[in-house]
């Protein structure tokens, strides 16, 4: 909302200045177009490819001049919620941009640095749970290189590789560090001397129950390797004191409402937007493929057909998504109770969108008014 709110002031107080984003402000397509048609102008990609001047990504238009280049001291450059990592800030400098000034980073994503500063001012090794192709981790991982060794984990499964290394004393073993997790840790890493102390930080808009498991696996490998003293070798706090409190509030209702017998859900929000994810994949262990990661309400095609967007995953070392579509009721009759959510960047009119168009293909005889509905739910 704070980056949201900074990018139309700034572009509003600047009509005859050039007003650029380092990337995309949220991960939601509706408001990064709505603020592309009021005259904002991307450098790259969420995924940190250059635009050229013809707004087409450097892999795509490899021989035309890049945005970056043209970049002035009058223009103005707007850090997004996500933040920037420090090889892109010294280049805008570089450039005589005033960085500070138009620096909408989250305060929750800086907080996750501070924590990263203090651990390895503590001579820790930070672990950042988080995706590394994720512009926040990216941004994590560049600040945290500055205090200590440090390495990106995506989930659990990784931890476990990495546990497997740690406590090996087999060489060969030990060597497969460098291929397991080529790209995601600090030059020079050492796994012998870089893996004694390790502390863990968070991507803040995963889950937290999945960074307590990686603190509580990695405390458990160094108590079965080093005895019990050894668990004060491995630091973070496992709370959610890290993440996204608009993510933590989001999980923490929907974990409640899956508890009550549901027969869909929609989660509605960007498609590289991870928080958003992160609801889906609650929704889907309890309900299958009766959970449905959509982007508005465009994505529901009938009462018998949505647009469901599978999350890019790795796939032959690439990360690939897809749109695929499910059927809803199965032209089942009677009554469904639906769940509708959304991620922590969906603006609440496209939920409302949803709402009306579910409305729209039911016949207008069934449909109650909103005051009747909330009359239910008022004391007796």
């Known amino acids: 909302k704070n980056a949201i709110e900074r990018a139309y002031e700034t572009l509003a107080a600047n009509p005859g200045r050039r007003v650029f984003m380092l990337s995309e402000l949220i991960h939601n397509p509706f408001v990064n177009a709505d603020l592309l048609r009021r005259g904002l102008t991307y450098l790259q990609t969420d995924k940190g490819i250059p635009f050229t001047i013809n707004g087409k990504p450097a892999t795509a238009d490899p021989d035309a001049p890049l945005i970056w280049n043209t970049l002035t001291p009058d223009d103005i450059v707007i850090i997004p919620a996500f933040g920037a990592t420090d090889e892109d800030k010294r280049k805008l400098v570089r450039k005589g941009i005033a960085v500070c000034q138009y620096d909408a980073t989250c305060m929750l994503v800086e907080k996750v640095w501070k924590a990263a500063r203090s651990y390895g001012r503590a001579g820790y090794t930070v672990i950042i749970h988080g995706k590394a192709e994720h512009e926040e981790t990216k941004a994590t991982f560049s600040n945290t290189r500055r205090y200590a060794p440090a390495l990106i984990v995506r989930d659990l499964e990784e931890i476990k590789q990495l546990g497997r290394i740690i406590s090996s004393n087999d060489p060969a073993v030990r060597a497969e560090f460098h291929t397991l997790f080529a790209g ?197």
């Open 184 to 380: 995601k840790h600090t030059p020079g890493f050492d796994v012998e001397r870089d893996l004694q102390r390790v502390a863990v930080v968070n991507q803040t808009t995963l889950l937290v129950n999945e960074t307590r498991a990686i603190i509580n696996y990695l405390r458990d490998l160094f108590v079965s390797i080093y005895g019990p003293e050894a668990a004060e070798h491995v630091g973070g706090s496992g709370r959610n004191d890290t993440l996204c409190y608009a993510t933590q509030v989001n999980q923490d209702a929907l974990a409640k409402a899956l508890s009550s017998p549901l027969d869909a859900a929609f989660v509605i929000g960007g498609k590289n937007s991870s928080n958003t994810y992160q609801l889906y994949r609650l929704c889907a262990q309890t309900l299958g493929d009766k959970a449905y990661f959509i982007q508005s309400e465009a994505n529901i095609l009938s009462l018998n057909e949505v647009e469901h967007y599978v999350f890019p995953s790795m796939h032959a070392g690439r990360l690939t998504g897809k749109t695929e579509i499910r059927s809803l009721w199965d032209n089942a009759t009677g009554p469904k109770r639906v769940l509708i959510t959304g991620g922590a960047s969906c603006p609440d009119g496209i939920i409302q969108q949803v709402v009306v168009r579910l409305n729209s293909l039911l016949p207008q005889e069934n449909l109650r008014a909103l005051d009747a509905v909330i009359a239910d739910f008022q004391p007796a």
